[in-house]
């Protein structure tokens, strides 16, 4: 089989699958390094919220011995003087790891979010200890306060809208995009033959899970314009107006593009909810919100439509950790869509939801997503890890304590900021400027890039010669760079998604040579071929 039938086999594979292809055909060539540019796992890992959670553990074993010391044993920390004992053992470990900001968290806790102090102690000991099942099982009393406070500060750049937004923490977000999913398609929202909008080029999943048999869906996309700055032109969003699209799921800012929806367009989608699509669904993937100064969601800007799904993992170093956040505001259209229903869909739901409440009609999504994730009947035992909660407690307190001088976002931006220079620097080429840019991602469009350096007629060749992938292909098979098909995410063909949150500087400089070099050498092919 030659490559371009080979390539035409991979071409089907999600650019995650094809991606694993590509890694092993590198590690095939024998070189001592592997370039892998291509999962977005970031290589940096915030460290004050580690050491904080990693002392508040020694001071969660000592209240569990004040009950009960047996060989091996110790009991249940009480809530009772939890406050006054947390400080002191932060003073009695002043010099010592996290200790500071466990005192700085403690202040602005029960200072500025006005949580009570024994409450907060014991709910953070109990939990990282992780001694009972999580109660209330959509998120703790405390955490659910810490959470929406961060939501408020990053989603909503200060400015939430009124109301407290409802949380259902999660397993990472892609556990909270799964559970979405399925109950927008249990409780009818959502129904095969159905057509949704999909933002794209979009993170793959949104393209491949709707067509799957659990939900077959419609897809209808709604166009970022490459040469608009990847922004969404009035006349994609117009095309929400059709009352048949029954959602817009996005991810904002994008990936891969790695820009977020401007004022405008976040204006204009709003202004469409609240006059004639007052039933649009609206599904936002926020992660990479948090690398952008002045980032407005649209769970800020149009609440009742809107279903936020945020994870901690990128912004914190924190993949490995699981954990996300599905925020809905508390008046949404979801639950008066559902009281509308048929009754014949009520009663199903009447009966699906009917061990868990005397008034299954009542249950608001948000807790139908808690029920739906542990197959209704096991809800009783639903919930996210306890010590995981901690975890995002801690992450989201040092953002809250650091919003004045934002050192620690400043840091990441600058991080990112700094292999985004060196990768273009290396390739020859002007970085593209794009306001609302997370820079977490780039997107090298090869085709335009070539007909940049060596003329319209090359490219056309390349794409007429060449397989889509050919080139991540051979990127990897010649020059042991692993990078992301572009097409694959829906943005255009034969381009390219280079992760700036994984490898080091000189790596990009690496990247940006042999992207620029492998294309050389399709341009002496062409040449010697005319």
């Known amino acids: 089989m030659d490559r371009s039938e080979t390539e035409k086999k991979y071409e089907a594979l999600s650019p995650f699958e094809l991606k694993d292809k590509l890694i092993s055909m590198s590690e095939d060539r024998g070189v001592r390094m592997m370039l892998n540019a291509g999962r977005g796992n970031p290589n940096w890992v915030a ?8 002392r508040l553990g020694f001071f969660a074993l000592e209240e569990a011995g004040r009950v009960m010391v047996r060989p091996g044993l110790a009991g249940a920390p009480v809530r009772e003087g939890a406050g006054e004992r947390f400080l002191e053992f932060c003073s009695r470990n002043a010099e010592s ?3 500071r900001f466990l005192r700085d968290a403690f202040d602005y806790s029960t200072g500025r979010l006005g949580l009570d102090g024994d409450g907060f102690v014991w709910e953070m000991v109990d939990a990282i200890l992780g001694d009972h099942y999580p109660t209330p099982d959509r998120v703790l009393e405390n955490t659910q306060e810490v959470l929406r406070a961060y939501l408020n500060c990053t989603m909503c750049n200060e400015e939430p809208p009124p ?4 949380l259902f923490v999660t397993e990472g977000g892609t556990a909270a995009m799964t559970y979405v999913f399925n109950t927008l398609r249990e409780n009818g929202l959502i129904c095969p033959g159905d057509r949704i909008g ?4 979009i993170f793959t999943p949104y393209l491949e899970i709707p ?12 166009q970022q314009e490459e040469d608009n700055h990847w922004q969404y032109p009035d006349s994609e969003i ?28 976040l204006q204009k989608l709003a202004r469409l909810v609240s006059t004639d699509r007052r039933d649009l669904i609206i599904l936002t993937d926020d992660v990479y919100g948090t690398f952008v100064n002045g980032f407005r969601s649209l769970a800020a800007m149009a609440p009742r439509n809107t279903i936020l799904v945020y994870s901690y993992s990128k912004y914190f170093g924190a993949t490995g950790w699981r954990l996300g956040v599905i925020g809905i505001h508390p008046d949404n259209v979801m639950d008066e869509m559902i009281a509308a229903l048929p009754q014949d869909k009520r009663k199903q739901l009447g009966e699906r939801y009917g061990s868990i409440s005397t008034d299954p009609s009542g249950i608001r999504l948000i807790d139908r997503l808690v029920a739906d994730s542990r197959a209704v009947a096991l809800n009783h035992t639903a919930g996210l890890s306890t010590p995981q909660q901690v975890m995002m407690v801690l992450f989201s307190l040092q953002e809250l304590m650091d919003r004045d001088s934002h050192s620690y976002r400043r840091e990441m931006q600058d991080l990112v900021h700094e292999r985004y220079d060196t990768l273009y620097s290396a390739l020859g080429a002007e970085g593209p400027e794009l306001p ?5 991602y780039t997107t090298i469009d090869i085709l335009k890039l070539a007909g940049d350096r060596f003329g319209v007629e090359f490219s056309a060749w390349m794409e007429k010669a060449h397989e889509p992938i050919d080139f991540v292909w051979r990127l990897a098979e010649e020059k042991g760079i692993v ?3 572009g097409g694959g995410f829906d943005a255009p063909e034969m381009s390219v998604r280079v992760s700036l949150a994984n490898l080091c500087n000189e790596d990009y400089t690496a990247i940006g040579k042999g992207v620029s070099d492998l294309l050389e050498e399709y341009w002496k092919e062409w040449e010697n071929s005319r």
């Open 198 to 201: 999909l933002g794209t080029p």
């Open 238 to 265: 117009d095309k929400l107006r059709d009352p048949s699209v029954k959602a817009f799921f996005l991810v904002n800012p994008s990936n891969p593009a790695s820009v977020s929806m401007s004022g405008e367009s």
């Open 163 to 166: 109301g407290k937004m409802d």
């Open 47 to 54: 460290v004050q919220p580690r050491e904080a959670f990693f």
């Open 97 to 99: 790891s996290g200790s």
């Open 436 to 440: 609302c840019y997370a820079c977490y």
């Open 483 to 485: 990078l992301m098909d």
């Open 211 to 222: 067509l799957l048999n659990d939900y077959r869906l419609v897809e209808i996309e709604i």
